[in-house]
């Protein structure tokens, strides 16, 4: 029979696992707690960083119906849950191991799906979604501008013509 204390880690564990739109899992062996302290205010916002179990997780994973973490949890672990932008974590992660390499990324699941540390790698490489929503913004507007020259083009070209044809016959007219 599992003790009280267990289950109830299990159980908290399985809900956050259910509300995170992604998990990343680290291994942070060799960082300080000031360090770790630091990771989890740069994380803040965009996700919760503890330090887990493996054994716990696996089976909260399980429970949770989340799949593919099970060989990854292998010594020590801890979990950034994504509450927010996952790219943004993903950077977070990724610039706190460039200046700490002791935080090492393993991989994780991001909508049902399992990623490798290379893929949070790529991840980490995406623009933030404001600045991606800016560019396609950018290029819609764009593409409007386009369209309206290209509407307005034969107008002006019309006028362009007739303004031509009145200044010719003026000059003949002047010239006769």
Request: avoid cysteine; charged fraction near 25%.
């Amino acid at each position: 029979m599992a003790r009280p204390d267990k289950a109830a880690a299990v159980a908290e564990l399985a809900d956050r696992f259910r509300e995170s739109s992604a998990v990343v899992l680290t291994e942070y062996r060799g960082l300080t707690v000031s360090q770790l302290k630091e990771l989890r205010t740069a994380l803040r916002g965009n996700a919760t960083y503890a330090v887990v179990k493996n054994t716990l997780s696996a089976i909260a994973a399980r429970e949770a119906g989340v799949e593919g973490l099970d060989v990854q949890l292998k010594g020590p672990s801890a979990i950034a849950f994504v509450d927010g932008d996952a790219v943004a974590v993903a950077k977070g992660l990724r610039d706190f191991a460039k200046a700490h390499p002791q935080l090492v990324v393993k991989g994780g699941v991001m909508d049902g799906r399992p990623m490798t540390a290379d893929e949070i790698t790529t991840l980490a490489d995406l623009e933030s979604r404001e600045v991606l929503l800016a560019k396609a913004a950018g290029a819609m507007k764009a593409k409007l501008y386009q369209a309206a020259y290209l509407f307005t083009a034969p107008t002006s070209q019309a006028v362009r013509t007739i303004d031509a044809l009145r200044e010719k016959r003026a000059t003949e007219e002047s010239a006769a």
